[in-house]
């Protein structure tokens, strides 16, 4: 069965920078477009950034562009969320979620957990002094 495990959350001051990390199993990695998706304390969902299966496209969210970078390994079955530049604001549980979004979900309409065909189980960033 699909299978996505989230790490590298942690806690790090404004201004700083974290590195998370999807391992994936269970399907093609290769063939699937893959998210981030955040969900901030007493929040809905927020989708942050999609990569297409061959990583060749990239989209972001207006909150995510210009701070953070998507990324992919097929060979590793691993999607990456590198993030620079960290505000309060950005503390969330970050989730990875498979398959390509849906437009209006890029266009920034609130997430349902119906909009992706699997997610992993989150892991948490707290950004703080």
């Known amino acids: 069965q699909v299978q996505l495990v989230e790490s590298g959350g942690g806690l790090v001051q404004p201004g700083g920078s974290l590195r998370l990390s999807c391992a994936a199993s269970g399907f093609t990695f290769s063939d699937y477009w893959m998210n981030w998706v955040r969900q901030a304390p007493g929040k809905g969902f927020e989708w942050v950034s999609a990569i297409h299966s061959g990583g060749e496209y990239t989209l972001y969210a207006d909150s995510a562009e210009g701070r953070f970078t998507i990324s992919r390994d097929n060979a590793k079955n691993t999607l990456y969320l590198t993030m620079s530049s960290l505000k309060p604001e950005d503390t969330a549980v970050y989730y990875c979620?498979?398959?390509?979004?849906?437009?209006?979900?890029?266009?920034?309409?609130?997430?349902?957990?119906?909009?992706?065909?699997?997610w992993g189980q989150g892991t948490q960033v707290t950004v703080s002094l």
């Open positions: 979620a498979k398959d390509e979004p849906f437009s209006g979900v890029v266009a920034g309409r609130p997430v349902e957990w119906t909009d992706f065909g699997s």
